[in-house]
């Protein structure tokens, strides 16, 4: 049998859940959960040395006054909080959140605000190259995200097998396509997503389903395309 590499023999493993259930099961978990997060907290350490050269672009002074500079992730990084190490092939908000960070070069040096919103990165996009081309300016950031802000988002793993349907950023309804089953969040009192409510508001998980199946009909078919191609070990 050909002997795969080690990055991709990792990778069969975080992706199988038969394997992740068994060492969540085993004696050692625990402590091997403080190690990986530890180790993710280096990582993310470890990134923030290395990018403070880039935010300060080296120290040029010009090039400051006319670049703004944009920061934001792809995906988040679940640590076995949904039996899952890995993104791609879950739903959750572990794996789908992502910061996104933007300095422009008019803006005081600390100023800063928040902006918590559901929003998609296509009209995101769209802001930062009209600001990028002089036709819009930072102090109308606020503004323009919460023109961008989606009432519903939707949400798929790579394998197909799960959907998810998020509702002002409140309710959020996943369905297991090869169950059947339907798993209910109020992400207003449970951000983490610990509590399935489904059978406490059987009209909210009605309301969402019938919206997710007459707003987005194809969204669940299955397709060719894959997030992954992993060994399975």
């Keep these: 049998q050909r002997k795969l590499p080690a990055a991709r023999q990792l990778a069969g493993l975080i992706y199988n859940k038969e394997f992740l259930q068994k060492w969540r099961s085993s004696a050692g978990f625990a402590e091997d959960l403080i190690l990986l997060e530890e180790l993710y907290a280096a990582k993310l350490k470890y990134f923030d040395k290395m990018i403070g050269p880039i935010l300060n672009l080296y120290g040029d002074e010009q090039l ?13 990084e679940p640590l076995m909080e949904h039996n899952s190490t890995a993104h791609g092939d879950s739903v959750y908000d572990s794996a789908l959140r992502i910061p996104m960070m933007v300095r422009w070069p008019d803006a005081p ?9 559901q929003t998609y990165m296509g009209g995101l996009a769209e802001f930062l190259e ?3 081309m002089g036709e819009a300016e930072s102090d109308q950031a606020v503004e323009r995200v919460r023109e961008n802000s989606g009432e519903v988002i939707v949400a798929r793993d790579c394998d197909n097998k799960q959907f998810a349907l998020r509702l002002n950023n409140q309710w959020k309804l996943i369905i297991e396509m090869l169950t059947g089953k339907k798993i209910l969040y109020d992400l207003s009192a449970d951000p983490g997503e610990t509590r399935d409510v489904a059978e406490a508001h059987p009209q909210v998980v009605d309301s969402l389903q019938k919206r997710f199946f007459t707003e987005y009909p194809n969204f669940h078919k299955p397709n060719t395309f894959r997030c992954y191609a992993w060994p399975k070990l």
Excluded at 109 to 117: G, H, M, T, V, Y
């Design 64 to 76: 400051k006054k006319k670049t703004m500079v944009v920061f934001v992730g792809d995906h988040g």
């Design 109 to 117: 040096r600390r100023a800063s605000q928040r902006i918590a919103e």
């Design 130 to 132: 009209e600001i990028v």
